[in-house]
């Protein structure tokens, strides 16, 4: 019963945080907004925006500013910055050159149903338009505005989910070690999972006091996060998944799965999960979200 509880509350309250970031997103991506764009440029932008996706990364943010008692609307632009990064990211890892993807979260993907240039040219304006909107946030100080710059564009670029997708497209048909496929998953996946989580703090006074212990609990999330991607994409299906089921197998990617079998792999996973829990202990706030998102990430079907 108290898991019920507990799951029941989680969904709650990650539907509240999806909302509002949609609502911000929706509001950045008006005619009103950008007038001198074209309708296409917007429309395809929209439509790989405003989506269904699960909004993790902004639900981080708001979790760890709620908790340490920083009003909502000072990371709103820190939300939607985090997540139009991600959609970006999709977008151009599902173009021709890279996964050659046709369905993201359940329809076809931005290329398919644009173009090609249009796909590249929404993902750029997606990623110019993020550190856009963070240097124009007044609710925040300028120390604040420069350090969330300064973790999307670490977690974001080369350091990060860009150097880790190189890795990625590197090692597909090759046996890599494990240690290899943390640093791969690491720079890939975890590093916007752990920006989040410090951006949702970078406002507040103790920020000093609790980077380092927010920092170590990202980069584990991140990793159970992907090892339970790569589960799904075995045990998953293409309706649930809201993308192809079986292309890291079908693209020969180097997976957790592949490495460690997918007993193993699963084991894998909750070992992090439980290493997780422990990290969460030792943060100097409580945040019932994060402690049951935490559970969710290892037992989520898609």
Same mark, same amino acid.
């Given at each position: 019963?108290?898991?019920?509880?507990?799951?029941?509350?989680?969904?709650?309250?990650?539907?509240? $945080?999806?909302?509002?970031?949609?609502?911000?997103? @929706?509001?950045?991506?008006?005619?009103?907004?950008?007038?001198?764009?074209?309708?296409?440029?917007?429309? @395809?932008?929209?439509?790989?925006?405003?989506?269904?996706? #699960?909004?993790?990364?902004?639900?981080?943010? +708001?979790?760890?500013?709620?908790?340490?008692?920083?009003?909502?609307?000072?990371?709103?632009?820190?939300?939607?910055?985090?997540?139009?990064?991600?959609?970006?990211?999709?977008?151009?890892?599902?173009?021709?050159?890279?996964?050659?993807?046709? %369905?993201?979260?359940?329809?076809?993907?931005?290329?398919?149903?644009?173009?090609?240039?249009?796909? *590249?040219?929404?993902?750029?304006?997606? /990623?110019?338009?993020?550190?856009?909107?963070?240097?124009?946030?007044?609710? %925040?100080?300028?120390?604040?505005?420069?350090?969330?710059?300064?973790?999307?564009?670490?977690?974001?670029?080369?350091?990060?989910?860009?150097?880790?997708?190189?890795?990625? *497209?590197?090692?597909?048909?090759?046996? *890599?070690?494990?240690?290899?496929?943390?640093?791969?998953?690491?720079?890939?996946?975890?590093? %916007?999972?752990?920006?989040?989580?410090?951006?949702? @703090?970078?406002?507040?006074?103790? +920020?000093?006091?609790?980077?380092?212990?927010?920092?170590?609990?990202? #980069?584990?999330?991140?990793? @159970?996060?992907?090892?339970?991607?790569? *589960?799904?994409?075995?045990?998953?299906?293409?309706?649930?998944?809201?993308?192809?089921?079986?292309?890291?197998? /079908?693209?020969? #990617?180097?997976?957790?799965? #592949?490495?460690?079998?997918?007993?193993?792999?699963?084991? $894998?996973?909750?070992?992090?999960?439980?290493?997780? /829990?422990?990290?969460?202990?030792?943060?100097?706030?409580?945040?019932?979200?994060?402690? /049951?998102?935490?559970?969710?990430?290892?037992?989520?079907?898609?």
């Amino acid at each position: 019963m108290a898991f019920f509880i507990g799951a029941a509350f989680l969904q709650n309250q990650l539907k509240l $945080y999806q909302q509002r970031v949609q609502i911000e997103l @929706a509001s950045l991506l008006t005619s009103e907004q950008h007038p001198d764009v074209t309708e296409r440029l917007l429309d @395809a932008m929209r439509y790989a925006t405003l989506n269904s996706g #699960k909004r993790l990364r902004p639900a981080l943010i +708001y979790a760890v500013a709620e908790s340490l008692n920083i009003p909502l609307t000072q990371v709103d632009k820190a939300a939607c910055a985090i997540e139009l990064i991600h959609s970006y990211s999709l977008v151009h890892d599902d173009l021709p050159a890279m996964d050659d993807d046709d %369905l993201r979260r359940g329809q076809p993907t931005c290329h398919i149903q644009y173009d090609e240039a249009t796909a *590249i040219l929404v993902g750029d304006a997606q /990623q110019t338009l993020a550190f856009s909107i963070l240097t124009e946030s007044a609710e %925040l100080s300028a120390e604040s505005r420069l350090e969330m710059i300064r973790l999307l564009s670490h977690a974001a670029g080369i350091n990060g989910m860009i150097g880790g997708q190189m890795l990625d *497209i590197a090692s597909e048909g090759q046996n *890599i070690e494990l240690v290899r496929l943390e640093q791969l998953h690491t720079m890939k996946t975890g590093a %916007l999972i752990q920006a989040a989580l410090l951006m949702g @703090a970078a406002a507040s006074p103790l +920020y000093a006091e609790v980077k380092q212990a927010l920092g170590d609990l990202g #980069k584990t999330i991140g990793l @159970a996060f992907q090892v339970q991607d790569d *589960i799904l994409d075995i045990e998953g299906d293409t309706d649930t998944l809201g993308k192809p089921q079986g292309s890291d197998l /079908q693209a020969d #990617k180097s997976t957790y799965p #592949k490495l460690l079998g997918l007993e193993g792999a699963k084991r $894998y996973r909750n070992q992090l999960i439980e290493q997780a /829990q422990q990290q969460y202990q030792q943060l100097p706030f409580t945040s019932p979200f994060l402690v /049951q998102l935490i559970d969710y990430i290892g037992q989520r079907n898609h």
